[in-house]
């Protein structure tokens, strides 16, 4: 059962995940993509969990790599990235804020920095 709970946890996380970079990309670049949102999520979450464990200098490589991971799948360069990186951190954080005032969630979502 634990491998059940554990891989719905994942996939929910990842959809908010997903629906914030999709969100902060379709407002910075005008377009939306949602397989490229759910990539780019994943592809992320992959490199946040490779890094964000190493002292010091984690999270900062973390996050630098995650701006890359999305200027990687989105195009515009490095300002549109950190843009979306942005815009999306904050749609996912209103979203979850939303769900767990509402008691169906906590404050967390894979394929987002810092929720």
Do not use: C, H, Q
């Not at 670049?29 to 010091?56: C, E, H, N, Y």
């Not at 701006?67 to 209103?94: D, E, H, K, R």
């Amino acid at each position: 059962m634990a491998l059940v709970d554990s891989l719905v946890v994942f996939l929910v996380s990842l959809t908010l995940g997903s629906i914030g970079i999709y969100i902060g990309g379709r407002i910075v670049t005008g377009t939306g993509d949602i397989g490229k949102a759910v990539l780019t999520a994943l592809t992320g979450a992959i490199v946040w969990s490779l890094l964000a464990w190493l002292p010091f200098f984690g999270p900062i490589l973390a996050l630098l790599s995650w701006i890359i991971v999305i200027n990687f799948y989105y195009s515009g360069g490095w300002v549109n990235a950190i843009l979306i990186g942005v815009t999306s951190w904050l749609a996912t954080i209103v979203i979850l804020y939303l769900l767990s005032a509402g008691g169906i969630t906590e404050l967390d979502a894979i394929g987002i920095p810092g929720t």
